[in-house]
């Protein structure tokens, strides 16, 4: 077994280039992700597909990489996290993931691109170096107004701040809508804004912009504050035009609160222009002016309508769109209230870290059964679930369990971990809260904030 060291090497550099890449054949028919969809046309293989990398010679080998634990940090915090997964490799002291690694901020000065880490790894034993990983580190000055979005690579849901609501960073699972402009949006009303809202979403994505509806957008941008709705800003009538793009998060960076993230570009892969340069230039356009919020929608990942049914890929959380529209010659109908609400669960349990829905308005009883779910799922007692995680192992007739409040606020109403066939709790290694164990379940009335919880059992039989 091989004992290994860690350290960290920061340099500041300049980021990631793209090439442009065209993709498929037949790029004179009708296509969308390169596949045609109209009748008329004969069915082909599309081509252009990304294939997995063959194999290395002499796998399994060692595959280290790091990322910061959440996609930006304030200087007004003291310590970042690195997440080192060091994985398949034949030393099972370095085959682990998710292993974190505690690092002092305020080694580092606040700076508006991401800082370069370089993390490298030896053996103890005193050999040179074996391997470096890089990464980068996104951390800046404290922002006294508007609102502030962050991943949690660990988990992958969301955090936000907002100076006006509360700053300090909190779980944020966004449910909600795309808001057409034409039938909605256009009517320049604030109560129907405000009645999509006591309906019990806390998101929504208005495809328009402050250019086409200054007063609603403003509207939007200031009513966190007093509803807890908050805004994804669109940029998908122009994500291919830096100049538009530029003028729009000038426009709306300074959103006093409810600004919560940018959707950058609409199915970039379906369009067959330039679909990996165009997003990764926006999304660069943005950052520049804006570190402060997450861009939905990266160069790796697009979205196909349901060729992939991935929805939506933030810079790294996944949010479901689900339809709750007909029409177009090829949507039939709506799914029903059933359909609705099981696509949503089995999302939810697959990790999707928030719930945009296609399109608003939508048909009254989707508009309510989604609004339910949005107050369930949304709500306060159960987005600390999205951040509560919990793994147990079973040897020789004891089990451990561990559990986390990776949240920053306690969780309240009782947190429940199914053990079958554990009969009394035998310790309490770690953690300063009192388990209860009754018929299989582990449970607790209250989980603190950034709690760490090992508990040991006995099995029956
Ligand atoms: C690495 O760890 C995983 C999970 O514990 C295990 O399934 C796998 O066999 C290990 N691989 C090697 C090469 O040790
Ligand atoms: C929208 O309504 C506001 C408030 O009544 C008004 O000031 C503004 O001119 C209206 N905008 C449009 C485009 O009608
Ligand atoms: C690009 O956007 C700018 C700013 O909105 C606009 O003035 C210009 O006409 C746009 N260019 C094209 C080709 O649409
Ligand atoms: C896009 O996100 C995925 C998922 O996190 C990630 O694997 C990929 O590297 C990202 N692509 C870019 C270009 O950042
Ligand atoms: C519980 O005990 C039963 C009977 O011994 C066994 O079949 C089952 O696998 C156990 N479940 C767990 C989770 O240990």
């Keep these: 077994m091989v004992d290994w060291a860690w350290g960290l090497c920061l340099c500041l550099t300049a980021i990631i280039t793209v090439t442009a890449q065209q993709t498929g054949q037949h790029s004179d028919w009708p296509r969308w992700c390169g596949t045609v969809y109209q009748p008329r046309y004969p069915h082909f293989d599309p081509g252009g597909q990304t294939l997995p990398p063959t194999p290395a010679p002499g796998a399994p080998l060692l595959h280290v990489q790091s990322q910061p634990r959440y996609s930006l940090y304030l ?17 099972p002291s370095v085959n682990t993931t998710g292993g974190l690694f505690r690092f002092p901020l305020t080694l580092l000065k606040p700076a508006l691109s991401p800082i370069r880490v370089v993390i490298y790894g030896a053996p103890k034993n005193g050999t040179p170096t074996f391997f470096t990983v890089a990464t980068t580190l996104l951390y800046l000055l404290y922002k006294p107004t508007g609102s ?124 067959q222009e330039e679909p990996f340069l165009s997003p990764q230039q926006a999304y660069g356009t943005i950052r520049a002016v804006d570190p402060y919020r997450p ?33 177009e010659g090829y949507w ?80 309240e109403g009782g947190v429940t971990v199914l053990v079958p066939n554990a009969t009394i709790i035998e310790s309490t290694p770690w953690g300063s809260v009192r388990w209860k164990l009754e018929a299989g379940k582990l449970s607790v009335p209250l989980l603190p904030a950034l709690a760490t919880n090992l508990v040991i059992m006995d099995l029956g039989g």
């Design 75 to 91: 200087d007004s915090e003291q310590y970042d996290e690195f997440i080192v997964n060091a994985g398949m490799s034949k030393t």
């Design 332 to 411: 039939l109908g709506d799914p029903s209230v059933e359909e609705s609400l099981i696509m949503v669960s089995l999302a939810v349990n697959d990790g999707a870290k928030g719930v945009i829905s296609w399109v608003w308005p939508t048909s009254e009883v989707l508009a309510v059964a989604h609004g339910r779910s949005a107050g369930m799922l949304a709500g306060n007692e159960v987005v600390g679930f999205v951040v509560v995680d919990a793994a147990g192992w079973a040897v020789a007739g004891k089990m451990l369990v561990s559990v986390v409040n990776g949240g920053y606020v306690d969780i």
């Design 148 to 271: 502030v979005t962050r991943i949690d690579n660990l988990h992958g849901c969301l955090y936000f701040s907002s100076s006006l609501i509360n700053p300090t960073f909190a779980p944020f699972f966004p449910y909600g809508f795309y808001a057409s402009h034409d039938n909605f949006l256009r009517l320049n009303d604030t109560s129907v804004i405000d009645a999509y809202s006591a309906l019990g979403f806390n998101a929504m994505t208005p495809l328009t912009t402050f250019d086409d509806s200054s007063y609603i957008v403003t509207y939007l941008s200031t009513s966190a504050q007093r509803r807890l709705l908050r805004f994804m800003y669109s940029l998908r009538e122009g994500y291919k035009n830096l100049s538009y793009v530029r003028a729009n998060i000038l426009a709306a960076h300074d959103a006093p609160a409810g600004l919560f993230a940018y959707w950058s570009a609409d199915e970039p892969d379906g369009w």
């Design 295 to 327: 861009v939905s929608c990266n160069a790796t990942y697009g979205e196909c309508v349901c060729d992939n049914c991935e929805g939506t890929v933030w810079d790294v959380t996944v949010v479901f769109n689900p339809q709750s529209f007909h029409g």
